[in-house]
């Protein structure tokens, strides 16, 4: 897995490219928690790279959303492809998280 | 169902990966579609990361073996270790209606691997736990 940033003020896309897995997983959440440390307030983790997602993602999902939402901020999701977007339904994550078709979309509110 | 590979892999969590990526190769030469051979790579995922941190809790050697089962239709996935019993389908089920703040996150990868699976069955066999889950090649 490798993250792509962009940042623009206090917004900020994370993109995973490759698999977000129980691995990947503790690297993502740090990388989360310190930009939102550093004054990010909206987080859009786009998913148009990712392959694949296990229960750690979504774990590292909830972690930075609770401190982000804490802080008056967000995080929202972009651009699912169908698995990923399954594994979110069934798993609860589609209700907990505002979800757009693209980061730009995201980054539009 | 004609048994495809026999996996037999160390407590790391990169060799879970590994094999992951063969058995969704082998998935797809049988005509498996996207979402079966994600379902399988989940189960795969999430069965072994419980072997390894609940199953071993002392300083004994981790193993677990993944038999990757097909034939026309189906597909079966069993995993099997020889650690202490532990029956990850006795887990319970994440309460998925509480508020962020309030969400416990144990049992949701099993929880994953319920919803994704049309079968998934436990059995205390040898002294060995076996884990088996079977889902359709195709919708």
Known sequence: MTI????????LVLSIEGKLDNVASDEFRELALKRISEGVSLLVVDFAQ???V???GIRALFIPAKELKSRGGRVVL????REVRTLFLVSGVLDLFPVYNSSAEALRG | MELLKTFRLGAELAELNAAGDEIAALLEA????TLPVYAARVALEELGTNVIKYSYPGEAPCWLEVRLSADDERFALEVEDGGA???PLQAAAPDLTLPLEEREIGGLGVHLVR??????EYRREDG???VRVERRLRE
């Open chain 1, 50 to 52: 990712t392959t694949f």
């Open chain 1, 4 to 11: 792509q940033e962009h940042r623009d003020g206090e917004s």
């Open chain 2, 30 to 33: 049988r005509g498996a579609e």
């Open chain 2, 128 to 130: 060995k736990n076996r």
């Open chain 2, 85 to 87: 019993p532990f029956d």
């Open chain 2, 115 to 120: 919803q994704l699976m049309d079968r998934v």
């Open chain 1, 78 to 81: 972009a651009a699912l492809n």
């Open chain 1, 54 to 56: 296990a229960s750690m």
